[in-house]
């Protein structure tokens, strides 16, 4: 398989060390800091996630042209992540989050970044090189991960899905709530409860498989959509596909942190459904490997081996 993934990409930045005072200045604790260390986040991450199923992974962004953009292109292309089709900007800052940790818990998170829509020449550019990708390589199936940062404008949205519809190629889409109803035509959709709430501006009293279906119709009235996959947090994963429709609960797990699940979900749920066209196996899969990931800390890859061993057990 190769997979083409859309999106924000981002530096992560890990300070790890103890508290062990107060500071004397101010009523906050002092972190004395053991270690460093740079991660991939973002669209990244889902990347991350589809190279570690053994997925030949392209990525198509556009980042700062700046030391954290020189250290992320570093990082991608070590954990052989395709760079090629990435725009540099001098225009933009490459975005940086830095999670100070002590302890597994967070104590502070800073962020540098630009939100602001990438230029119409960045724009031309970031689709020029899609544009040729999708017509030489033919990948099996295109993600959409967008975390506000201004690379997935309505324009690209528009212009890219419909690219990959005249060449028959599965589009998933990860939205946030700025671009929410900009992934018209995608093949699966895949928010969580939180951009949902905020998107259709609904009343959330009970979680039932009733009331995301009535979910699932509004969306496919403004989307035109295939599949919606409805990420619930501790309640797990809801699918509909036309009148098939299921809630599958999590499985009881040991939390450490939830940040990068959702890349990991909708990375698994891309990559089954494309290679099988299965929804409940994708939906199934899926929500394993999310909860898999949340028992690590930091934002971090599925591992293979573990994914495949936990559906074994818990699918077959």
């Known amino acids: 398989m190769k997979v083409a993934v859309v999106g924000d990409i981002m530096l992560d930045t890990y300070w790890w060390g103890n508290v062990d005072r107060i500071s004397p200045e101010a009523p906050v604790p002092v972190v004395v800091l053991d270690e460093k260390e740079l991660r991939i986040g973002g669209a990244g991450n889902v990347a991350l996630n589809t190279v570690a199923l053994g997925v ?40 940086n989050k830095t999670r100070i940790i002590s302890r597994s818990q967070h104590m502070l998170r800073l962020d540098a970044e630009m939100t602001k829509d990438i230029s119409e020449s ?25 975390y506000n940062k201004g690379v997935l404008t309505e324009a690209v949205n ?21 671009n929410f109803f900009s992934y018209k035509g995608v093949t699966m959709f895949k928010p969580n409860l939180k951009e949902v709430k905020e998107g259709l501006n609904v009343l959330i009293d009970e979680i039932n498989e009733s009331f995301l279906s009535d979910v699932h119709r509004q969306l496919e009235q403004k989307l035109h959509h295939s599949i919606s996959l409805i990420t619930l947090s501790e309640r797990g994963i809801f ?19 939830v940040s990068g699940a959702g890349d990991t ?41 573990k994914l495949l061993k936990e559906c074994c057990e818990l699918l077959c």
Do not use: W
């Not at 992540?81 to 900007?89: D, E, F, P, Q, R």
């Not at 749920?269 to 494309?274: C, E, I, M, N, R």
């Open 265 to 305: 979900v909708i990375a698994v749920a891309s990559l089954v459904y494309a290679q099988t066209k299965n929804v409940d196996l994708s939906a199934s899969m899926a929500n394993i490997a999310g909860g898999l990931v949340c028992e690590e800390v930091g934002t971090v890859p599925i591992n293979k081996d």
């Open 56 to 95: 030949q992974t392209v990525l198509f962004s556009v980042i700062g042209n700046d030391d954290d953009g020189k250290s992320l292109f570093s990082l991608l292309q070590a954990n052989n992540i395709v760079t090629g089709n990435i725009v540099v900007s001098d225009d933009r800052v490459t975005t």
């Open 158 to 178: 528009a212009k890219m899905i419909a690219i990959c519809k005249e060449n028959n190629i599965v589009t998933t889409a990860d939205p946030k709530r700025k």
């Open 122 to 146: 960045e724009q031309l550019l970031l689709l020029k090189n899609f544009t040729k990708f999708i017509e030489t390589e033919k990948p099996s199936v295109v993600i959409f991960e967008d």
């Open 239 to 257: 699918y509909q596909h036309q009148n098939s429709s299921k809630i599958i609960p999590t499985h009881i797990r040991s939390i450490a942190d």
